[in-house]
């Protein structure tokens, strides 16, 4: 009997691993908490989906979720994995909605590829209304056609800046400026060594030549070694100052500037959602799951793939899809795959290089400048505690400052409070996503083998 392999996320890692467990003979089942496949990377508006869902990309995704050996479950939240008895705990149905269907599933393989959400560095007003993470001002542009502001600036690090601003150009919104913190001796050392390697990457050259002339038409200036240091205004963010920073993101004084906008956007990259995969008990290396050559973590029948694994775009998480879905079937993965996959993360590799977080990115903060959010937790009251000999560890950490563990369980502000305090300890939580007590307590409604 074939293989049965569970995938939770359907974005570019999820729906190749899929693609190619079902090519190596494997029954699949594909969750996602969302309705439509394809992750950030493919969110688009109803009316747009509709409108594509006879291109070849679509037509080629619907055939695949159609196949007779793969199950397509959306609305599917994974709230638990039972170490023991190797079960996936899910929850179908609206995250927001009630009377949601808990079910279990025990397959002979797990790939999880639960992608990654924003990381946004903490500045003085970060907190106002107005003020978003550049994934969330690209859904609701893609998703919803909505623009955030009317004249907006977009501002942080790394070539997502890009596609999110002419998300917004878009919908309308007026974008001001594009700023990149990193300089552009930074930028040019990341992406000019050994440049015959980019010989394999001549599409993403076209991609960016696409944004760099959408800005261009739109007149809208693109600048490096700039960021947003402070937002300010009493109801919401009404101007924000930027300045020039050095290679390590210290501020050189003197060259701050004012800009007038009713919506800023700002993305330092991504973080990984390794929750689940934490609660498996997988290995992680710099917060990131740990991989082998296969795609395989350090638990066994358990494999990981995408943004989980290291941040590297879209063609980096299906090239890792590719292999995991291969190997969770139970084959030894093609070469061919192996070299794709290899050749992704490199790519990936210079990604990291030309667009780092500088360290000194800390100097812009205030005493009184708010960190966690969802606890008003202030940069002053989190240094205090960090030195207090009395309450070592980031669990006292936590507790004594309440940061990390509001509405978001610090999924805005963990990576700050962690670099800030100087922890990278990732705990352990039996319960990997939020869950009601009444359908924490009821009985479950169904079992899948």
């Not at 809208?220 to 390590?248: F, K, N």
Request: net charge positive; charged share 20%; aromatic share 6%.
């Amino acid at each position: 009997m074939s293989r049965h392999v569970v995938i939770v996320g359907a974005g570019p890692a999820g729906l190749a691993a899929a693609e190619h467990a079902l090519r190596a003979g494997a029954r699949v089942t594909v969750l996602d908490q969302a309705e439509t496949p394809g992750g950030q990377y493919h969110r688009m508006s109803p009316e747009d989906y509709a409108a594509r869902h006879g291109g070849p990309e679509f037509d080629r995704r619907r055939r695949m979720l159609a196949h007779p050996r793969c199950r397509w479950w959306p609305g599917s939240t994974v709230w638990a994995f039972d170490r023991a008895e190797r079960r996936v705990h899910l929850l179908r149905g609206q995250s927001d909605g009630g009377g949601r269907q808990r079910l279990t599933l025990v397959p002979d393989a797990l790939i999880l590829a639960t992608g990654a959400y924003d990381r946004t560095l903490p500045f003085p007003g970060w907190e106002l209304p107005g003020v978003y993470t550049a994934g969330a001002a690209q859904a609701l542009a893609k998703g919803e056609r909505v623009a955030i502001g009317r004249r907006v600036l977009v501002a942080g690090a790394g070539p997502f800046l890009l596609p999110v601003a002419e998300s917004l150009l878009g919908v309308g919104a007026e974008v001001v400026a594009v700023l990149e913190a990193n300089p552009l001796s930074t930028v040019r050392k990341g992406w000019s060594s050994r440049p015959w390697r980019l010989a394999a990457h001549v599409g993403k050259a076209s991609e960016l030549a696409w944004y760099a002339a959408t800005l261009a038409r739109h007149r809208v200036p693109y600048r490096l070694g700039r960021t947003v240091i402070e937002a300010r205004g009493a109801d919401r963010v009404r101007e924000v100052v930027t300045a020039g920073v050095r290679a390590d993101w210290s501020i050189i004084h003197g060259t701050e500037r004012t800009y007038e906008v009713d919506a800023v956007c700002v993305g330092h990259g991504f973080v990984p959602q390794p929750e689940l995969a934490v609660a498996a008990g997988c290995a992680l290396d710099g917060g990131f799951v740990r991989v082998d050559g296969a795609q395989r973590t350090t638990v066994d029948g358990v494999f990981a793939a995408g943004e989980i694994t290291g941040i590297g775009g879209a063609v980096t998480a299906a090239a890792e899809g590719a292999v995991a879905g291969h190997a969770a079937a139970g084959g030894a993965p093609p070469p061919a795959l192996i070299r794709a996959r290899d050749r992704a993360l490199a790519f990936a590799g210079r990604l990291a290089k030309a667009h780092p977080i500088g360290p000194a990115w800390r100097g812009w903060l205030r005493e009184d400048t708010i960190v966690c959010r969802c606890e008003e937790t202030t940069y002053g009251e989190l240094t205090r505690a960090a030195g207090d000999a009395a309450c070592p560890g980031s669990h006292a950490l936590k507790l004594g400052t309440r940061a990390g563990l509001g509405p978001c369980q610090g999924r805005m502000c963990g990576p700050a409070v962690s670099e800030l305090c100087g922890g990278t300890e990732r705990h352990h939580r039996p319960i990997a996503q939020p869950i009601r007590l009444g359908e924490l307590a009821a009985r479950t409604e169904g079992e899948s083998e």
